[in-house]
């Protein structure tokens, strides 16, 4: 009730976020919703339809700092013996999405950010879906005269499931439809850091083999990466040449509203 009159939720409460923030609508498209306004009417999958979750509120504010998270063919992300070529229709309902192929080198085949190393909990995410090639290994490496622990986990496209997952680090799956899958790795960073943290998407063969010979066609599909400070994957936060912050959503609600 709003002064003794019934009333929803949304309507009674009052909503502020310094930013726009994304969503996922009632088709399962990745939306926008502008600075202020609350994203109600989030879906999520639940494998067989798209469910109203109601309001997505996120208390905490995040910051994407991967300067390009589509423009995967930008000079910033480094292409390891991988080629990139056109993708298919992307979760926001764009063609934004690209495939990365493994070239013809017996070696392994990924792409790369180099980011500025920090100290904390990191969780990197990025959708993902299938083509000719079925998984995608998340592994985050230090490049710098003092190298850290590998940690990475693989991601199997089709079976929906994990494995190889680096001690004290997490690997999720969140399914998007459409054969779209949101993959994500939450790891630590700790002591002194020297260098870079790279943030490295890697495919395998079919058999899971890291060092494969390509064909320069067969791949998979990616869009959207994220790397945040935090424990577990936020909502997607796209970037366009600097890294970008998503505010954290205020609710109150009105005494005259309780």
Do not use: M
């Not at 109203?52 to 910033?76: I, K, M, W």
């Not at 080198?105 to 090639?133: C, M, W, Y």
Request: hydrophobic letters at 40%.
């Amino acid at each position: 009730f709003a002064d003794r009159v019934p009333t929803t939720f949304a309507n009674a409460i009052t909503h502020t976020r310094a930013s726009t923030a994304t969503y996922v609508d009632a088709d399962g498209v990745l939306q926008t919703a502008a600075t202020n306004v609350p994203r109600v009417g989030h879906h999520v999958w639940n494998g067989s339809a798209w469910v109203n979750e109601g309001l997505l509120h996120e208390s905490e504010a995040r910051t994407n700092v991967l300067p390009y998270s589509e423009d995967f063919a930008n000079a910033e992300w480094e292409k390891a013996d991988s080629v990139l070529a056109a993708g298919i229709v992307a979760p926001d309902g764009t063609t934004n999405s690209k495939k990365l192929i493994a070239n013809t080198q017996n070696v392994e085949h990924r792409i790369e950010d180099n980011l500025t190393p920090a100290t904390g909990t990191f969780t990197d995410s990025v959708f993902v879906k299938a083509g000719e090639l079925k998984n995608l290994v998340i592994r985050p490496v230090h490049v710098g005269a003092t190298e850290g622990p590998t940690q990475q986990a693989t991601f199997d496209l089709i079976v929906k499931s994990t494995s190889g997952v680096s001690e004290n680090c997490v690997a999720q799956i969140q399914d998007f439809g459409n054969g779209w899958l949101r993959c994500s790795f939450t790891f630590s960073i700790s002591g002194t850091i020297t260098g870079s943290y790279q943030f490295r998407l890697q495919v395998t063969d079919n058999a899971n083999n890291f060092v494969f010979v390509g064909d320069n066609t067969s791949g998979l599909y990616l869009f959207g990466a994220q790397r945040e400070v935090g424990p577990t994957p936020s909502s997607y936060i796209p970037t366009a040449g600097v890294a970008q912050t998503r505010a954290a959503d205020v609710l109150t609600i009105p005494a005259a509203n309780l």
